[in-house]
């Protein structure tokens, strides 16, 4: 059986034919640039949110950079994140000019350790960028308790969480700003490249709307100097599509969730991912964590299974980031959980059938690899 790590035709078959006439309507208008299909996004996903207002922007990255931007920040200050997520975060406040600054993660939950916040603050700290990792929430209360002591935005990276809930209310409102990415593979995903930012404050929201227009207050007047980062008008169409059905995506995703946490609970050398109590997961990935992953992997792949590692290596470890001047051993559970991590298929169209497979063969492989001691001496997995 074949098990890819995502599906998105079998996904776009389902919808086809409301996409089809959906993106006749942006030929037929021409509208391609911003326009009635994004300003319809926009309402339809403040309101999917729960906030007062969305802005479509081009990706999830500029998402997280114009807000920055928005809010003053720049050269000289620091914005402080964690080492564990997609490069994007710490980008983000690179290109603004400011420092990013890490904190380690918890290590059941792999999101922003709130315990570990308080002493990364200093004079130059001016925002906080909590990730909600995987579909998790992040545990917000504290991180933004402290934030609030020190007088520091809460940007939410939002990317991987579109829908997820803290204690019932949705990400991208509990802290100054929310920001999303659109990319096809994430749960709520473009047909190209998107982003967006939720918030509440109206003077926020004006200034990234200008900020990704040109810094344009009327047409050909400029304020300030902005960029282009205006969203698609098909990319608008398409998730204004895609929003319709996102909730039900999201069961499906909880419900495959449920069934390889029933399969694979109690098996030795696996942990299982956290399901904290505030949360509602969304789970954009179902990761769970095994040693000798390479040989692991391979030898799912070999059985037709293929999965992903979100991510390989830490941000403070990354070449681009070296000069930081933050070696190994800074981050151990960021470090550690970089060295350990597997994320299996999670797509809402999976079968229970594909997953009762993959779980199968995950057992059977631990078990073998147990006795083993490594895969690496099990010739047949040709590793
Ligand atoms: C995908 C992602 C981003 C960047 O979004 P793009 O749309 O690819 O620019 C940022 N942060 C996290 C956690 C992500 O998963």
Redesign the pocket.
């Known amino acids: 059986m074949n098990v890819p790590f995502l599906d998105l035709k079998a996904q776009y078959d389902t919808i086809s034919d409301e996409i089809g006439a959906a993106l006749t309507q942006v030929l037929v208008s021409t509208a391609f640039c911003g326009g009635p299909f994004v300003a319809g996004f926009e309402e339809d996903f403040a309101l999917f949110c729960r906030a007062q207002y969305a802005v479509g922007v081009g990706?999830?990255?500029e998402a997280?950079w114009l807000t920055l931007v928005a809010l003053g920040v720049g050269p000289g200050d620091e914005v402080i994140t964690v080492p564990n997520?997609?490069i994007?975060?710490a980008e983000a406040i690179s290109l603004c000019g400011a420092t990013p600054v890490f904190v380690d993660v918890h290590s059941d939950s792999l999101t922003m350790d709130p315990n570990l916040l308080e002493r990364a603050i200093t004079p130059k700290t001016r925002a906080v960028i909590p990730?909600h990792l995987y579909g998790q929430p992040a545990d917000m209360d504290p991180i933004v308790d402290i934030a609030r002591k020190y007088g520091l935005h809460v940007i939410e990276?939002a990317?991987?969480a579109h829908g997820a809930e803290y204690n019932g209310q949705r990400v991208g409102t509990l802290g100054t700003a929310g920001c999303f990415?659109f990319?096809p593979g994430?749960n709520l995903g473009a047909y190209g490249?998107a982003?967006g930012v939720v918030t509440n404050s109206r003077k926020l929201v004006d200034k990234v709307r200008m900020l990704r227009d040109h810094g344009q207050s009327s047409k050909y007047y400029h304020a300030m100097i902005g960029m282009n980062s205006r969203m698609d008008g098909v990319q608008g169409a398409v998730l204004r599509v895609k929003l319709r059905h996102l909730t039900s995506w999201n069961h499906a995703r909880n419900r495959h969730a449920a069934l390889y946490r029933k399969l694979l609970t109690g098996v030795d050398g696996l942990v299982l991912p956290t399901q904290k109590e505030y949360a509602h997961h969304v789970y954009h990935l179902f990761v769970i964590r095994v040693q000798h992953r390479q040989e692991f992997m391979a030898a799912l792949a070999e059985r037709g299974i293929i999965c992903g590692i979100h991510y390989p290596v830490p941000i403070h470890l990354q070449d681009a980031y070296l000069s930081l001047g933050l070696g190994k051993g800074r981050f151990p559970v960021a470090e550690r959980s970089a060295e350990e991590v597997v994320s299996l298929p999670m797509y809402p169209e999976l079968t229970a059938e594909q997953i009762a497979y993959v779980a199968d063969e995950v057992k059977a492989l631990l078990r073998y690899g147990e006795a083993m001691d490594t895969y690496a001496r099990i010739p047949s997995y040709g590793c």
């Open positions: 990706s999830g990255t997280l997520s997609f994007a975060t990730v990276d990317c991987q990415s990319y994430k490249e982003g």
